[in-house]
């Protein structure tokens, strides 16, 4: 099923870095390592996708470990409107398996 | 940015009736796919739709749901014959050239059963 363990919850200070964990350490070679993010009250908002290399985009920054059994969500730097739920996902064919994600606080 | 646009916001029907959920996906994308979400719970994949036939769907999408897209435009998800659990936020997605994609979500519509 869903394949990734993430933190319950990380607090953040506002414009400070977050390293967000993910560890998926049954992925298979063509599982791509998808993140999205859910503030309150919206649906689920794209936010990087890799499968091997890193990934830099204008929101965030993807790092995944050389044996991809694990990746980090990058935010450079925290602002309020980035206190959402961030969900890290293997890809499976047409099915996106969201767990229960990392709720993320940002402390103004 | 072009946007998944999902009417109505809210929706409130007796038990027992049917109910349809609309969406309009983004333009150009060719793949579709409806999750509800429980309140409290976490987002559960339904169905995905592509060339006009599902192409995958949970255990949860059993035979007291469907799915239409009647036009060019609109992307539909029908309840017959609702029961209180069916109550929850369903969100609507589509994505352009393949399911490896990113998914783009509209802000749901949120179903309430009484």
């Known amino acids: 099923d869903a394949k990734t363990t993430q933190p319950n919850s990380m607090e953040s200070n506002e414009e400070e870095p977050v390293h967000l964990p993910c560890n998926h350490s049954?992925?298979?070679?063509?599982?791509?390592i998808h993140w999205y993010r859910q503030l309150p009250s919206q649906g689920p908002e794209y936010v990087i996708h890799?499968?091997?290399s890193n990934v830099n985009n204008r929101m965030a920054s993807l790092a995944i470990a050389e044996d991809r059994k694990s990746s980090t969500l990058i935010l450079h730097r925290a602002t309020l409107r980035d206190a959402a739920v961030y969900y890290c996902?293997?890809?499976?064919?047409?099915?996106?398996?969201f767990g229960t994600g990392t709720s993320l606080t940002v402390i103004p | 940015e072009p946007e998944v646009t999902q009417t109505p916001s809210h929706q409130v029907t007796q038990m027992g009736q049917e109910v349809i959920l609309r969406c309009v996906p983004i333009?150009?994308?060719?793949?579709f796919y409806w999750y509800r979400q429980i309140l409290g719970q976490k987002v559960e994949f339904l169905v995905s739709f592509y060339n006009n036939e599902i192409s995958e769907k949970s255990e949860i999408f059993d035979d007291q749901f469907s799915v239409e897209r009647p036009d060019g435009s609109n992307f539909t998800l029908k309840i017959r014959s609702t029961k209180l659990e069916d109550s929850a936020m369903y969100f609507c997605?589509?994505?352009?050239?393949?399911?490896?994609?990113?998914?783009?979500f509209g802000d749901g519509t949120r179903l309430s059963i009484l």
């Open positions: 333009s150009n994308h060719l793949y």
């Open positions: 997605a589509s994505s352009d050239t393949g399911p490896y994609q990113p998914q783009h």
């Open positions: 996902i293997l890809r499976d064919a047409y099915q996106f398996y």
């Open positions: 049954t992925i298979s070679g063509t599982d791509y």
């Open positions: 890799g499968l091997t």
